[in-house]
């Protein structure tokens, strides 16, 4: 290990023991204790949830069964927060309250009435003490917003000693957040802490000097997280998305109520929507980079219907390193950055240069994805660079990830820099040619990638080279494989034409031909992790070449129907 490396360790190292000192600081003891005090004799307004109900879940849960996070849970009359829980995954989904939406499809008083019995029974076994899964940050966050946009539902004829336990409630975890919001690792948590107390600081009774403050903070975390470009600063597609279900409601809540909206939130949520459709593929899917994983297209359309920026999509985000080229309804995203910092990285993969590509309603190459529900260890190996659809090194990813358990699974190394730029080129839009240098310092070579579409927008040509930062080819005794990945999507039928083609045929009939004369393309087995459904297996395409012999493949997509 090189001394940078040694020191860059060291630095997140002290910083991560920094912020936990400080949180357990500002935490003390008796925390519990410290976070009591009055509750609210009543509550304004329920902001509203743009998320889509699905009234069998509303019915399973009738029935003592909670579908949640791909597993179902019986409770048989029990109490589902004294139980073991089947999966981290689902331990989050079941404190954060979110499934509580569903119950508004049911219109039955019976049913109203065993949400409450749900509800309380939170309150008796995790209301009174903090601790746990059920006391972090983000989920409390998500519950507080969960809480205050279906109180309607909850306090439906509701008898009086309940209708206090909840506000109480409601008040006590306020205020614990508003405690801990600063020490919250940085990113989407923290922004969604801020927007949970400005939700709080309008929907309960508050003075006026707390809801000013509410929306200073508020604004102060949107200028930070939301880039120019109008992409959030963990450079995941989707968490534009999650936020902007949020966001939305919190605008019109300010409206509603006739306070002062926030300095920073309309500019923000006005940028964030041309960077949403950036990522949004003809088919109404959106791209797969940096933890993304599936979006069905009522989450989508749920947020899209309020975009009043129109337009086209741009052709790039600066900010946020991503570069788009689009012609005749085939479009292909490339990701041409790195994490914006280490405490940003959390959720990031080492899939620099990797890209998709989709054709009308259909995506053919995409990105391995991150999975919706499964376990850690899916998780971290969708973060791989073997997991997206670039080139690898000797079946190293080109960024590392740490395996601390104190640092968390940030990128401690690997990418530091990526150059890109765009050509015109004739009769066809722009190609964007772009490097990195996350295998310089193990094997002393760069990857550069170029891709264009031509006029028609039938054919997506794609060049990878590897060479040495001198900008020379590998030398002779350099003894790296590569092996380059087009990762496809599993409603895509493969069908082997030669050594290097390979047909690529949609539901629809419509059919590609990939072509790369400089290696065998081979059909492997491969895995999709962002399936709606869960894990899925599907196909991938690999090259595999020697570097030192052959530095260089160039490679084609040609629309054949």
Same mark, same amino acid.
């Given at each position: 290990?090189?001394?940078?490396?040694? *020191?860059?360790?060291?630095?997140?190292?002290?910083?991560?023991?920094?912020?936990?000192?400080?949180? @357990?600081?500002?935490?003390?003891?008796?925390?519990?204790?410290?976070?009591?005090?009055?509750?609210?004799?009543?509550?304004?307004?329920?902001?509203?949830?743009?998320?889509?109900?699905?009234?069998?879940?509303?019915?399973?849960?009738?029935?003592?069964?909670?579908?949640?996070?791909?597993?179902?849970?019986?409770?048989?009359?029990?109490?589902?927060?004294?139980?073991?829980?089947?999966?981290?995954?689902?331990?989050?989904?079941?404190?954060?309250?979110?499934?509580?939406?569903?119950?508004?499809?049911?219109?039955?008083?019976?049913?109203?009435?065993?949400?409450?019995?749900?509800?309380?029974?939170?309150?008796?076994?995790?209301?009174?003490?903090?601790?746990?899964?059920?006391?972090?940050?983000?989920?409390?966050?998500?519950?507080?917003?969960?809480?205050?946009?279906?109180?309607?539902?909850?306090?439906?004829?509701?008898?009086?000693?309940?209708?206090?336990?909840?506000?109480?409630?409601?008040?006590?975890?306020?205020?614990?957040?508003?405690?801990?919001?600063?020490?919250?690792?940085?990113?989407?948590?923290?922004? @969604?802490?801020?927007?949970?107390?400005?939700?709080?600081?309008?929907?309960?009774?508050?003075?006026?000097?707390?809801?000013?403050?509410?929306?200073?903070?508020?604004?102060?975390?949107?200028?930070? *997280?939301?880039?120019?470009?109008?992409?959030?600063?963990?450079?995941?597609?989707?968490?534009?998305?999650?936020?902007?279900?949020?966001?939305?409601?919190?605008?019109?809540?300010?409206?509603?109520?006739?306070?002062?909206?926030?300095?920073?939130?309309?500019?923000?949520?006005? !940028?964030?929507?041309?960077?949403?459709?950036?990522?949004?593929?003809?088919?109404?899917?959106?791209?797969?980079?940096?933890?993304?994983?599936?979006?069905?297209?009522?989450?989508?359309?749920?947020?899209?219907?309020?975009?009043?920026?129109?337009?086209?999509?741009?052709?790039?985000?600066?900010?946020?390193?991503?570069? !788009?080229?689009?012609?005749?309804?085939?479009?292909?995203?490339?990701?041409?950055?790195?994490?914006?910092?280490?405490?940003?990285?959390?959720?990031?993969?080492?899939?620099?240069?990797?890209?998709?590509?989709?054709?009308?309603?259909?995506?053919?190459?995409?990105?391995?994805?991150?999975?919706?529900?499964?376990?850690?260890?899916?998780?971290?190996?969708?973060?791989?660079?073997?997991?997206?659809?670039?080139?690898?090194?000797?079946? @190293?990813?080109?960024?590392?990830?740490?395996?601390?358990?104190?640092?968390?699974?940030?990128?401690?190394?690997?990418?530091?820099?990526?150059?890109?730029?765009?050509?015109?080129?004739?009769?066809?839009?722009?190609?964007?040619?772009?490097?990195?240098?996350?295998?310089?310092?193990?094997?002393?070579?760069?990857?550069? !990638?170029?891709?264009?579409?031509?006029?028609?927008?039938?054919?997506?040509?794609?060049?990878?080279?590897?060479?040495?930062?001198?900008?020379?080819?590998?030398?002779?005794?350099?003894?790296?494989?590569?092996?380059?990945?087009?990762?496809?999507?599993?409603?895509?039928?493969?069908?082997?034409?030669?050594?290097?083609?390979?047909?690529?045929?949609?539901?629809?009939?419509?059919?590609?031909?990939?072509?790369?004369?400089?290696?065998?393309?081979?059909?492997?087995?491969?895995?999709?992790?962002?399936?709606?459904?869960?894990?899925?297996?599907?196909?991938?395409?690999?090259?595999?070449?020697?570097?030192?012999?052959?530095?260089?493949?160039?490679?084609?997509?040609?629309?054949?129907?």
């Amino acid at each position: 290990m090189q001394i940078s490396d040694r *020191q860059r360790l060291l630095y997140l190292y002290a910083r991560e023991g920094w912020r936990r000192f400080s949180r @357990r600081l500002a935490l003390g003891r008796n925390t519990a204790f410290r976070f009591t005090g009055t509750a609210p004799d009543r509550l304004i307004v329920a902001p509203t949830d743009l998320r889509a109900v699905d009234p069998f879940v509303a019915q399973e849960i009738l029935q003592g069964r909670f579908p949640l996070a791909g597993r179902v849970l019986e409770t048989e009359g029990e109490s589902p927060f004294e139980m073991d829980l089947p999966s981290h995954e689902f331990a989050v989904r079941l404190h954060s309250f979110g499934w509580v939406r569903h119950m508004r499809a049911s219109k039955e008083e019976e049913a109203f009435a065993h949400l409450r019995h749900i509800v309380n029974d939170w309150m008796a076994t995790h209301g009174r003490y903090i601790g746990g899964i059920a006391w972090d940050a983000d989920i409390i966050s998500q519950r507080l917003i969960a809480w205050l946009s279906h109180s309607p539902i909850i306090l439906r004829n509701a008898e009086h000693p309940f209708y206090r336990r909840f506000l109480k409630s409601l008040a006590f975890q306020v205020r614990y957040l508003r405690h801990i919001t600063d020490t919250t690792c940085d990113g989407e948590a923290r922004l @969604r802490a801020r927007i949970a107390l400005a939700m709080a600081s309008v929907a309960m009774p508050a003075s006026e000097a707390t809801i000013r403050k509410a929306a200073r903070n508020l604004d102060v975390e949107l200028d930070r *997280q939301i880039l120019p470009d109008g992409g959030h600063s963990s450079r995941n597609p989707r968490t534009g998305l999650e936020l902007l279900i949020d966001l939305l409601p919190l605008r019109q809540t300010y409206v509603n109520l006739g306070h002062e909206v926030p300095a920073k939130l309309i500019p923000c949520i006005d !940028r964030m929507y041309p960077a949403l459709r950036f990522f949004r593929h003809e088919g109404g899917e959106l791209a797969l980079f940096n933890g993304a994983t599936s979006t069905l297209a009522n989450e989508l359309m749920a947020v899209l219907r309020y975009d009043e920026t129109a337009g086209a999509p741009f052709k790039g985000l600066p900010h946020l390193q991503y570069e !788009r080229l689009a012609h005749n309804n085939v479009v292909v995203i490339m990701d041409t950055g790195k994490p914006l910092s280490p405490e940003l990285s959390r959720t990031a993969h080492a899939g620099c240069l990797s890209f998709e590509m989709s054709s009308g309603r259909h995506r053919f190459v995409i990105n391995s994805g991150s999975p919706k529900f499964a376990g850690e260890r899916f998780r971290q190996l969708a973060r791989s660079t073997a997991a997206h659809s670039t080139v690898t090194i000797n079946d @190293r990813s080109s960024s590392r990830l740490s395996q601390s358990g104190f640092l968390g699974p940030i990128v401690t190394g690997g990418v530091s820099k990526v150059a890109v730029r765009r050509e015109e080129r004739a009769g066809q839009p722009d190609a964007v040619i772009a490097s990195h240098d996350g295998y310089t310092q193990v094997f002393g070579l760069q990857h550069e !990638r170029d891709i264009s579409i031509n006029g028609q927008g039938n054919a997506v040509r794609g060049r990878d080279r590897l060479f040495q930062p001198d900008g020379s080819e590998p030398a002779e005794t350099n003894s790296a494989v590569a092996v380059a990945r087009f990762h496809i999507h599993p409603s895509i039928n493969l069908r082997q034409h030669s050594a290097h083609e390979v047909y690529l045929s949609a539901p629809d009939g419509e059919v590609w031909l990939f072509t790369c004369r400089d290696g065998e393309v081979l059909v492997e087995e491969d895995i999709f992790f962002a399936d709606p459904s869960g894990v899925r297996k599907s196909s991938q395409l690999t090259i595999t070449f020697a570097v030192a012999s052959q530095p260089e493949i160039q490679w084609i997509f040609s629309r054949e129907a």
